[in-house]
């Protein structure tokens, strides 16, 4: 089994950062895509940015140039920077992986449990 687990949420002040970072364990042959979504109050989870095993990365339109998502291959670990933080913001922050357990399986979907950021205005 694959586990991804998201730390580094909290409250911030508008206009203020946060980092978030999501470690996966458990039997990883590699990771594909990585990548963060989030989930405000009465709303669906939407997409916030995704990064390759190659380091390429995509942005929601509502983030860009505020957010830097990274990640670190030999630790398995996604990382999102959130500069300039809006209330907006406020939502919880899941963490996705894309997994393979061997080199001959396909890769199946992995989601963190969420980590909570609060944005005050």
């Known amino acids: 089994q694959v586990q991804l687990v998201e730390s580094g949420g909290g409250l911030v002040q508008a206009g203020g950062s946060l980092g978030l970072s999501c470690a996966a364990s458990g039997s990883i042959f590699s990771i594909d895509a990585m990548a963060w979504y989030r989930q405000a109050p009465g709303k669906q989870r939407e997409w916030v940015a995704s990064v390759t095993s190659v380091g390429s990365t995509n942005y929601v339109d509502a983030v860009k140039g505020r957010f830097t998502i990274s990640r670190d291959n030999a630790k398995n670990t996604v990382f999102l920077q959130m500069n300039s933080l809006k209330p907006e913001d406020t939502a919880v922050y899941y963490c996705?992986?894309?997994?393979?357990?061997?080199?001959?399986?396909?890769?199946?979907?992995?989601w963190g449990k969420g980590t909570l950021v609060t944005v005050s205005s």
């Open positions: 996705y992986a894309h997994v393979l357990r061997t080199s001959a399986m396909a890769g199946v979907d992995y």
